[in-house]
């Protein structure tokens, strides 16, 4: 079984700075998706971006960006210039290209302090 | 475009009764799952589905049935609820395809069992 590790329940932030969300997983498989969904207080989750394991390049969607470390098995999430928009839990996720299950790590709850 | 909705977003149930959180989606998506968030636990797989008529097992389905008789619909059935049972219930849903992936969320139903 695949699993994924978040060993920052709570981590904080002034506005306009910089934070990285930590996640490492273990799998044996090499062809995997990996994602990070944000939940807000709304409850609702969005996906915030998604690395595909065979692409080298880290992805990046405007002010968030990844360290993907394939070999560390490690997959961290960087937020630039935090807004208050961003308080909200962190989810970090892991798919097999050929499974049918997602494996969610427990999350990280990250706060903006203004 | 609704994606995926589910009903009821709040219900609270006695020891012992029955009762089913719907979903639908609109996207024509093959694949489609429940899971049950609870604190400090991330999200926990119940039950998925790769499309109508197949059902499958997560991580967590004791307690819990669902059934997939069309390719919109997936409800997830309690016979007999228990107290352990409360938690944030989540239907999300996702396209099969190559270079997807992408789970899509409901906006959760919480249940409480006294």
């Known amino acids: 079984a695949q699993t994924v590790t978040q060993s920052q329940p709570e981590m904080s932030v002034q506005e306009a700075e910089t934070v990285t969300l930590s996640c490492t997983y273990d799998?044996?498989?090499?062809?995997?998706?990996l994602f990070w969904y944000k939940q807000p207080p709304s409850r609702q989750m969005i996906l915030v971006i998604r690395?595909?394991?065979?692409?080298?390049q880290n992805a990046t969607e405007n002010r968030f960006s990844v360290n993907f470390q394939k070999a560390a098995k490690s997959f961290s999430l960087k937020i630039s210039d935090s807004q208050l928009g961003d308080t909200a839990m962190y989810f970090c996720?892991?798919?097999?290209?050929?499974?049918?299950?997602?494996?969610f790590g427990t999350g990280t709850s990250l706060t903006v302090i203004p | 475009n609704a994606g995926v909705t589910q009903t009821p977003k709040f219900q609270v149930l006695k020891t012992g009764q029955s009762m089913t959180l719907q979903c639908a989606q609109d996207m024509n998506h093959e694949y489609m799952s429940w899971y049950r968030q609870d604190p400090g636990m991330g999200l926990r797989l119940i039950h998925y589905?790769?499309?109508?008529?197949?059902?499958d097992q997560g991580e967590v389905p004791n307690g819990y049935n669902v059934s997939r008789s069309t390719t919109e619909d997936f409800p997830l059935r309690l016979l007999s609820a228990a107290p352990s049972q409360t938690s944030v219930y989540f239907c999300a849903s996702s396209y099969r395809g190559l270079n997807t992936g992408e789970l899509f969320f409901g906006e959760g139903s919480r249940l409480t069992v006294l």
């Open positions: 589905s790769v499309g109508a008529g197949i059902t």
């Open positions: 799998t044996s498989e090499n062809n995997y998706y």
């Open positions: 690395q595909e394991a065979y692409k080298q």
């Open positions: 996720a892991f798919m097999r290209f050929t499974g049918n299950q997602f494996y």
